[in-house]
């Protein structure tokens, strides 16, 4: 089946640390993988996205790449601020339908 | 662009009451989906539809009811609700299948049931 899998949280990190939040990923055939980020209040927002293979999705600094032969999309950040404070979903589309992980609570401190 | 609207933000219902929450998209997506956020939970997909005339249930269905008259419109409806169903409701839309198209949400709608 279809499923994805994120590093539990929550990750409390100081102001310019190195970020990485773990994602993996079972799928059947060759599927879209995002990261989303939502803050408190808010819907979740597109952070960035990977469509193939080797694939590398940037925005506002952060990166993932797409790695088929691990099966994983981790998202990385290499100097972290205060107001990247929020919750983190990878998800993934094989299809139709989405499939989010439980979400990464990110805290920030100064 | 809207993008996706959600209405109301915030509702406080009585058990046993029924209430519809709107969902509308102006993107011309076809696919279109309504989820539940509960603390510790995540996201868990209620009902979806990939087009007008189309409905399909997802993982937690009981409870509510969905229809897709138009492309634009997605509604959910609550037929009698319980405390369970406290919780934070977003709708979603994207383009079909193969267009590699992310997910947009709405911003949610609050719903707290006493």
């Known amino acids: 089946g279809n499923s994805v899998t994120q590093m539990e949280g929550p990750v409390t990190l100081s102001e310019e640390a190195f970020l990485t939040i773990n994602c993996t990923y079972t799928?059947?055939?060759?599927?879209?993988l995002f990261w989303y980020v939502q803050y408190p209040g808010e819907g979740l927002q597109l952070l960035l996205k990977?469509?193939?293979?080797?694939d590398k999705g940037s925005n506002k600094g952060f990166e993932a790449t797409y790695r088929k032969e691990t099966t994983s999309f981790h998202l990385e950040k290499g100097s972290v601020q205060v107001s990247d404070s929020a919750v983190y979903f990878c998800?993934?589309?094989?299809?139709?339908?989405?499939?989010f992980g439980t979400g990464t609570s990110l805290t920030v401190i100064p | 662009n809207a993008g996706v609207t959600q209405t109301p933000k915030f509702q406080v219902l009585k058990t046993g009451q029924s209430m519809t929450l709107q969902c509308a998209q102006d993107?011309?997506?076809?696919?279109m989906s309504w989820y539940r956020q509960d603390p510790g939970m995540g996201l868990r997909l209620i009902h979806y539809?990939?087009?007008?005339?189309?409905?399909d249930q997802g993982e937690v269905p009981n409870g509510y009811n969905v229809s897709r008259s138009t492309t634009e419109d997605f509604p959910l409806r609550l037929l009698s609700a319980a405390p369970s169903q406290t919780s934070v409701y977003f709708c979603?839309?994207?383009?079909?299948?193969?267009?590699?198209?992310?997910?947009?949400f709405g911003n949610g709608t609050r719903l707290t049931v006493t």
């Open positions: 979603a839309s994207s383009l079909r299948e193969g267009a590699n198209s992310p997910l947009h």
């Open positions: 799928a059947t055939g060759y599927p879209s």
């Open positions: 990977a469509t193939k293979a080797d």
């Open positions: 998800a993934l589309r094989p299809g139709n339908q989405f499939y």
């Open positions: 993107m011309n997506h076809e696919y």
């Open positions: 539809s990939v087009g007008a005339g189309i409905t």
